[in-house]
């Protein structure tokens, strides 16, 4: 029986002072012995409530139990039984607001098992072990076609495929991975770690054919006359911007287009052949994980970065693990702070800003910050990284005008992504904005199950 008075073991990590100087993985990763400490830890709850916080419904704690008694394979069974990309997930997705935040262990009991550290060692073990341990059905003759490679398209390629889909995911860019190669910088989601799960993905069956623009260089109506189904998973790449004067200046990035090139094209080499400024002084606005990892990666390059948000800590959206790194690495938080202009002649020379106070609730429960009159000031500065969130690239919405979208740009689809076209199904960031790794894969393995569904009804 699990000790009461065990405290939960944190994740080891690269000292502060020494990770600012690399782009090499932060989180260390469990030890053996650590895995099958923090795994004694788990209570084995009967009804479980840890699973209901997991989108795709891992079995959270019959995986633990399985590390407990030294059972790995039997572990990462388990997990990919629901989970496509297990070593992603142990990694990136906010365990605190979903599975850990139900354990009966938070709050008392040394605090919440670390289920996603748990996660990571099996999937990492697996991997370093080369065990796969997923079965794939026969052929049943359904032919799926999936818009992007991102989580979610990657889960819902990956369920179709063991399913006995025939499918093909079609990415715009030259390299598979979506987000989770462009977006999310290597020290924190390392990109060789995610081919590794592409790979595995592939092995099931699913071809993935790059540089495909579906909107562009191929049409939704050609892969609806081909296939049986189609999967829009595009993902929410167009980003949003200040609207302020001095935003077309030199040295103004978008987030997307400034991690895009850090992480994807690598522009933190030497050698690359797409480079990005390297400021001395970089403000980053907003406060999410793109921020944080904006931020993070600015460090990297070696500048002073001040971080501008007009909430407080509080209100911060960003993961508490991220927040906590980015302090650590020295990153200036500048809360209760909004910029109204950018300054400079042909490039950025700083950011004028005001202050801000909260006020009374919004109709979402946020308090709505207000500009404090006469607090204006100037932040000096030679780059800024803009990260405010994203929408929905418009090519697909252009390109088929009966796809019923929001005024956002988002598509309008029920909970298993089945759009106002038959056969037309659709989920992650391209149904309801940016959001978070494993609930773009949740809403991919919803769709799956549905097409899968929906096929067999129509034979």
């Known amino acids: 029986m699990a000790d009461m008075k065990t405290q939960r073991h944190p994740m080891p990590a690269q000292a502060a002072d020494k990770r600012i100087h690399n782009f090499d993985e932060v989180a260390l990763g469990y030890t053996p012995e650590l895995a099958a400490a923090e795994a004694e830890r788990c209570l084995h709850c009967k009804n479980a409530p840890c699973m209901k916080g997991c989108p795709v419904g891992v079995h959270i704690p019959d995986f633990i139990e399985r590390i407990k008694l030294g ?28 599975c850990e935040k139900y354990c009966v262990r938070i709050g ?26 997923r079965t794939v059905s026969e052929k049943n003759g359904m032919k799926v076609a999936v818009i992007g490679s991102g989580p979610a398209s990657l889960s819902c390629a990956g369920d179709l495929a063991r399913a006995g889909a025939d499918v093909t995911v079609y990415e715009a860019l030259h390299k598979a991975g979506g987000v989770l190669v462009y977006g999310i910088p290597q020290f924190r989601l390392p990109k060789e770690l995610v081919q590794k799960e592409i790979d595995s993905v592939v092995s099931l069956g699913v071809k993935i054919v790059t540089d495909v623009v579906v909107g562009k260089t191929l049409f939704i109506d050609e892969l609806l006359e081909e296939n049986d189904a189609v999967f829009i998973g595009s993902g929410a ?12 200046l030199g040295g103004v990035y978008s987030a997307n287009e ?29 406060a999410g994980n793109v921020a944080m990892d904006s931020a993070r990666t600015a460090r990297r390059l070696g500048a002073e970065v001040h971080l501008v948000y007009r909430r407080s800590r509080e209100e911060m959206p960003a993961r508490a693990e991220e927040i906590e790194h980015a302090e650590e690495e020295g990153i200036i938080f500048d809360l209760l702070v909004n910029p109204i202009e950018i300054l400079g002649d042909n490039s950025v020379s700083g950011m004028r800003c005001v202050k801000m106070e909260l006020g009374e609730p919004d109709a979402s429960g946020r308090r709505r910050p207000h500009e404090i009159e006469g607090s204006e000031f100037d932040i000096e500065c030679d780059e800024v990284i803009v990260a405010l969130g994203t929408t929905p690239n418009p090519i697909i919405k252009n390109s088929m005008p009966e796809l019923a ?3 956002k740009g988002t598509i309008i ?10 056969g037309l199904y659709a989920g992650g960031d391209a149904m309801t904005g940016a959001a978070t790794v494993i609930l773009a894969m949740g809403a991919g393995k919803r769709s799956a199950q549905a097409i899968i569904e929906d096929y067999k009804k129509s034979r």
Do not use: H
Request: net charge positive; with cysteine.
């Open 71 to 98: 059972d790995m394979e039997g572990a990462i069974s388990v997990i990919k039984s629901d989970n496509n990309l297990p070593a992603i997930c142990g990694r990136v997705c906010p365990q605190e607001n979903q």
């Open 237 to 248: 790449g167009l980003p949003s911007f200040l609207k302020i004067k001095g935003e077309n």
């Open 258 to 286: 400034y991690l895009t090139r850090l992480n994807l094209m690598k522009a933190y080499k030497s050698d690359s052949v797409t480079p990005v400024l390297r400021g001395k002084k970089v403000v980053v606005v907003g």
């Open 108 to 133: 008392k009991l040394g605090g919440a098992v670390a289920i996603g550290n748990l996660e990571r060692y099996a999937a990492d073990w697996a991997m370093n072990n080369s065990v796969e341990n």
């Open 413 to 422: 689809a029920d909970e298993y992504g089945r759009t106002n076209i038959k």
């Open 405 to 407: 979208t929001t005024p």
